[in-house]
């Protein structure tokens, strides 16, 4: 007889919205294969959610079994649904890695440190079955932030789908990803630079390579449009070399200003590293 799968609802928070409690669930998926958490809810307050009045029911202090939970699903990683993900670490937890990349890199979208809790391991799942790769590639320059890529890309010799969001503050322990610890470092740096002199290419799409090369700038060679924080288009390139120490006067393209900052990439990752 084949095992039934049975989906439950488990009541973890209730939060204060427009005027009424609102209950916050998350959902454990039974499977014959494994036992699946949807969301891990909160188990802590903060003050970015004081407003929300945030009553808690933290999955730590209920009869739940979080040593039988598998797997982690994060359906995106706003506060109340990621805030318990510390309670899971070592095991994989999957989430979309556009919501990763947004979650570490822009500010006031959720609590940083209830994402990047200690121990906690993500697995980026890339798109969704009906996103392709782009027409046009561009690096979007963000305010104040890192480079957002979106593009059929290789990132230090590895296949990172459509989109990623690497440093170019210098600061981050993810290097060459963004781990948001711009906002920390109290990093500045305009995303509306000049217009480069450029051509239209004659390709606008195409596969797009990244080498974080060793305590120096971002190698990137493909076809690439790059875009400021408000959409305009600065500079059409087939290769260029990009500043992730901070302090190039160029930004956001390298000056050599790494050699005498003493830049040390310390990258997670780094083709043939």
């Not at 014959?32 to 969301?39: G, M």
């Not at 059929?152 to 990623?164: H, I, K, N, T």
């Not at 239209?200 to 190698?219: F, K, N, S, Y």
Request: proline residues 7%; negative net charge.
């Amino acid at each position: 007889m084949q095992k039934k799968i049975t989906i439950t609802p488990v009541r973890v928070a209730d939060l204060l919205a427009e005027g009424e409690r609102m209950p916050v669930y998350v959902h454990v998926i039974d499977h014959p294969d494994a036992r699946v958490l949807v969301d891990t809810g909160m188990t802590e307050l903060h003050p970015a959610a004081a407003d929300l009045d945030p009553r808690l029911l933290p999955l730590s202090k209920q009869d739940f079994d979080l040593a039988g939970i598998d797997i982690v699903v994060n359906t995106h990683l706003h506060f109340d649904h990621c805030g318990g993900n510390h309670l899971f670490a070592g095991r994989p937890i999957y989430v979309q890695r556009r919501e990763l990349d947004d979650a570490r890199s822009e500010d006031d979208y959720t609590i940083r440190e209830w994402v990047e809790a200690p121990g906690v391991r993500y697995e980026p799942v890339d798109g969704s079955p009906g996103e392709s790769a782009p027409l046009v590639n561009t690096v979007r320059v963000r305010e104040n932030g890192p480079l957002a890529f979106h593009a059929p890309l290789s990132v230090a010799g590895r296949d990172e789908g459509f989109r990623a969001t690497l440093c170019r503050c210098g600061a981050s322990a993810r290097k060459p990803f963004c781990d948001g610890s711009h906002a920390a470092a109290g990093f500045t740096a305009s995303g509306e630079a000049p217009v480069k002199d450029s051509q239209p290419l004659p390709r606008r799409d195409g596969p797009l390579v990244i080498e974080a090369t060793l305590d120096g700038p971002l190698h990137v060679r493909g076809s690439l449009e790059v875009v400021t924080g408000t959409g305009k288009t600065i500079n059409r390139t087939a290769e260029c070399w990009l500043c992730r120490c901070g302090q190039s006067r160029d930004k956001p393209y390298c000056d050599g200003s790494h050699k005498l900052a003493g830049f040390r990439s310390g990258d997670s990752r780094r083709a043939g590293g």
